[in-house]
């Protein structure tokens, strides 16, 4: 059996972790041949390929990033797609495709199987967090690792100026990255995509902090949305999924704390810093756990599904089940954090 890999998406540590646990158990136990295809579904579109096998993969537990390479493309949305995907998986003897992504990436792989019967077997990948059925997706606990780290930073520069601090993280429907961060790092306001915030509010807790001779921190992930505004976005383009370019919202947010309650604010947007570098101990443990797993679900012909962490147990859901709706943060989650605010 041949079978294809690839990486869609954004970038996130561990990627290249569930590729070694592919191919390394894929080669020894099953004796199965690997194809990799480059920059996610533009390598089938395109019939961009590269050898999968076990020197391929040597060394590259502890790298960031993926070495198939990534991108956002929508094969849905090309023309005649689908047509030349199966024209390029025929091409390359591919009998299944392990596919590596978030919501839009396996999305495009749920379709392929249910509606065009291509063998595909998913595993999830965001920093994000936000697929559902999965209690975590790799990747995440290193982005949660890396905005702690700076915001446990921040708070040295901030009260040596005595200066409200915004930071801004990733999260652009989900707000898990400001939540765990921000609830690790001791920040004093967290804002979050699932619950529009009151300026008034923000700037209530900034003043309450600085009366206790301390400096605020405040962190926002960059889909949050102020009660009476929209989005703050970078521009108005659209990449192939049709999602928006986010990333202003802590700029705006520490101008109006700044302007309303007269005390100095400054802004730092982590953004891709947060995707970079090595992959936590946990996030290579999980992501190659996932890889594993992928490649039983391969051999055992089940299709149509995406691997998924329940508790420590790796299961099989189908990934139609699993794009349909995002994790969001529960209403309860938020509220026990709140205590800390001000």
Not at 154 to 168: D, F, I, K, N, Q
Request: hydrophobic fraction near 40%; aromatic fraction near 8%; include cysteine.
């Amino acid at each position: 059996m041949r079978v294809g890999v690839l990486t869609g998406g954004g970038d996130c540590p561990g990627l290249n972790a569930v590729i070694r646990g592919i191919v390394r158990k894929g080669v020894q136990e099953y004796g199965y041949e690997f194809t990799g295809f480059r920059d996610g579904w533009r390598g089938p579109l395109d019939d961009d390929t590269v050898r999968l096998d076990i020197p391929a993969v040597r060394g590259i537990l502890p790298r960031g990033g993926t070495i198939l390479g990534s991108s956002r493309t929508n094969p849905l949305k090309a023309e005649d797609g689908v047509r030349r995907i199966r024209v390029t998986l025929a091409a390359h003897g591919v009998d299944a495709l392990i596919v590596i992504g978030g919501e839009d990436t396996l999305g495009v792989a749920a379709r392929l199987y249910d509606e065009f019967g291509v063998p595909c077997v998913g595993v999830p990948k965001t920093i994000d967090n936000d697929l559902s059925a999965t209690d975590y997706t790799f990747g995440f606990d290193t982005a949660v690792g890396i905005a702690t780290e700076a915001i446990d930073r921040l708070h040295t520069t901030a009260e040596s100026h005595m200066r409200v601090l915004v930071c801004e993280v990733m999260g652009r429907h989900a707000g898990w990255i400001a939540l765990h961060s921000g609830l690790a790092g001791g920040a004093n306001v967290i804002l979050i995509p699932e619950r529009r915030f009151d300026v008034e509010q923000v700037c209530a807790w900034v003043t309450s902090r600085f009366k206790a001779s301390y400096a605020p921190i405040v962190v926002v992930a960059e889909g949050a949305m102020p009660k009476d505004g929209d989005l703050v976005l970078k521009d108005g383009t659209l990449d192939s999924f049709g999602h928006v370019r986010l990333s202003g919202v802590g700029e705006w947010l520490a101008k109006e704390i700044e302007r309303r309650t007269g005390k100095e604010a400054r802004t730092t947007v982590l953004g891709h810093v947060q995707r970079g570098g090595t992959p936590s101990a946990f996030d290579r443990w999980l992501a190659t756990r996932f890889g594993l797993h992928a490649i039983d679900a391969v051999r055992d012909g089940d299709f149509g599904k995406m691997v998924a962490l329940r508790g420590t147990d790796i299961v099989r859901v189908p990934i139609a089940e699993a794009t349909a709706q995002l994790k969001t943060v529960r209403p309860e989650l938020y509220e026990e954090v709140s205590v800390f605010f001000g």
